[in-house]
């Protein structure tokens, strides 16, 4: 009985895993050429039986978390190790395989959505907390996950060494932090009801919070 039970596990965890090779694709192309209206699903998967939700798309956790073991499989296919398994000092030895370096790699990257989904509670007049706080880190979580990607793709291409390499790395570094930043403020001035100068400001302020918790965060786990 137990053996059964096993399986019927082993068939649902199979299915999942390889739905997210369709899915994957599928919610990266949307998230990037129609992020806005990629994140105003979030409204309406919210208004349906648990069962139901993200049936043809993925997850906004799940979403960013996968963008980060794809750029993983890109940096691992480079030939570039993380610097962060292979140091065992201090917080760094609790880093000793690929997925706790990928489950920091999402906590890093998460900063960004959380930071920048708190802003939008705060000019929308509401009072934040875990519920007010919930469906705008899901919306803010798939344009940050292009911006992961972008990033740390771009990151490992600029880390391989060579003029082209580091120039493509560069751009796609750049560009993708254009995209973030032009997709926030619009996003901003939709949901905050705030105009474009005043979206661009709270953005680059939630990316300036973000970018120091992954400063702070790089420093405690930094090899020395």
């Given amino acids: 009985m137990d053996f059964m039970k096993w399986l019927n596990s082993l068939d649902e965890l199979l299915y999942e895993v390889m739905s997210w090779l369709l899915f994957l ?20 998967q919210a208004s349906l039986p648990d069962e139901e939700q993200y049936g043809d798309i993925l997850s906004p956790p799940l979403f960013l978390t996968l963008v980060l073991l794809l750029a993983h499989a890109v940096s691992t296919a480079l030939g570039q190790t993380d610097l962060i398994i292979e140091n065992q000092r201090g917080l760094a030895s609790l880093v000793d395989d690929n997925a706790t370096a990928l489950l920091l790699r999402v906590v890093v ?40 990607l972008g990033v740390s793709i771009g990151t490992s291409l600029f880390n391989v060494g ?11 570094i750049g560009t993708s932090l254009i995209n973030f930043v032009v997709v ?18 709270n953005v680059m302020l939630g990316l300036l919070q973000g970018t120091l918790f992954l400063l702070a965060l790089g420093f405690l786990f930094a090899p020395r």
């Fill in 25 to 44: 694709p599928l919610t990266l192309a949307r998230a990037t050429f129609r992020p806005a209206h990629l994140m105003d699903e979030v409204e309406r």
């Fill in 109 to 148: 990257f998460a900063g960004f959505p959380l930071f920048l989904a708190a802003r939008i509670v705060r000019l929308s007049g509401n009072r934040l907390n875990r519920l007010t706080l919930r469906r705008p880190f899901y919306e803010q979580c798939y344009p940050a996950g292009v911006f992961a």
């Fill in 162 to 172: 060579g003029t082209m390499m580091r120039e493509a790395g560069a751009v796609l």
């Fill in 184 to 201: 926030e403020t619009l996003c901003f001035a939709r949901l905050a009801d705030v105009n474009h100068l005043r979206g661009l400001a």
